[in-house]
């Protein structure tokens, strides 16, 4: 089965448009586990301009599913995570001020960086997992930095799904065969919704975890969050 964790990014950003504090990041993260949301990911920047570096030790306190925690591995990243220790951290290569994450890993530059932290991670018995395009030669490298998982950056999917999913799908099938068969877990997100999700879902051999963040959030302003999460839930578990 295919666990669902919910990025809650946006309702950081709706709560930062005004000051205060509504939403509540917090209150939506145990809303999200109460409605059934298998995990809680969160995407703290370096800028701060959505989730907040407080509020990923706040929700430490509260997430009781599995607490995912994305972004690349500087200085302040890596001390915030040896400090909150969350379950799982995924590792994205993304420049201090990308909008959003949109390339992954080169693990044949960065394989001493990557094999370095993941190295301090698993010292701290946290599960790793780095973000990855369909390359094969990345993805078999990636098995060389020690990581546990990869997530695969599932955006040039989303973008190619209503054109031709069998298409659209096919590097990905691959790649997750590889990944497998290098000893990696596979996770995978960006850009997947109630349109294509199940499809993914249903092709992909092996998919642990999805991470889905801008969709469902968009998706519960008209139908709710708790319609929404069981939506993406019924998504993924009828396989
Ligand atoms: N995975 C990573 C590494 C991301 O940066 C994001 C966006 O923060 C997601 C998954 C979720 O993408 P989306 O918000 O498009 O569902």
New binding site residues.
């Given amino acids: 089965m295919t666990r669902l964790s919910v990025?809650i990014?946006?309702i950081a950003t709706l709560r930062n448009a005004r000051g205060g504090n509504i939403p509540d990041v917090v209150k939506a993260a145990i809303s999200c586990e109460q409605y059934g949301a298998e995990g809680i990911?969160v995407?703290p920047r370096p800028d701060e301009r959505h989730i907040r570096y407080r509020d990923v030790r706040d929700l430490k306190k509260v997430v009781t599913t599995e607490f995912n925690i994305?972004g690349y591995p500087s200085k302040k990243f890596l001390e915030l995570i040896s400090e909150v220790k969350p379950h799982q951290v995924?590792l994205?290569p993304?420049p201090p001020n990308a909008l959003?994450?949109n390339a992954g890993w080169n693990t044949v530059r960065h394989l001493d960086f990557l094999k370095e932290v993941i190295e301090g991670l698993k010292k701290q018995e946290i599960r790793t997992s780095i973000?990855m395009e369909t390359d094969l030669e990345m993805i078999r490298k990636a098995a060389e930095t020690g990581t546990d998982r990869i997530?695969l950056?599932t955006e040039p999917y989303a973008a190619e799904y209503h054109l031709d999913r069998e298409q659209a799908i096919a590097p990905f099938v691959t790649a997750a065969e590889v990944a497998h068969q290098e000893g990696l877990g596979i996770n995978a997100?960006?850009?997947?919704d109630l349109d294509n999700l199940e499809f993914f879902a249903r092709n992909i051999p092996h998919l642990l975890e999805v991470?889905?963040?801008?969709?469902?959030i968009s998706d519960a302003l008209y139908y709710g969050l708790e319609n929404t999460i069981q939506m993406y839930l019924r998504k993924l578990k009828k396989q």
């Avoid at 997100?189 to 997947?192: A, K, S």
């Fill in positions: 990025n990014n946006k990911t995407h994305e995924t994205v993304d959003t994450s973000f997530e950056y997100g960006h850009d997947l991470s889905i963040g801008h969709a469902l």
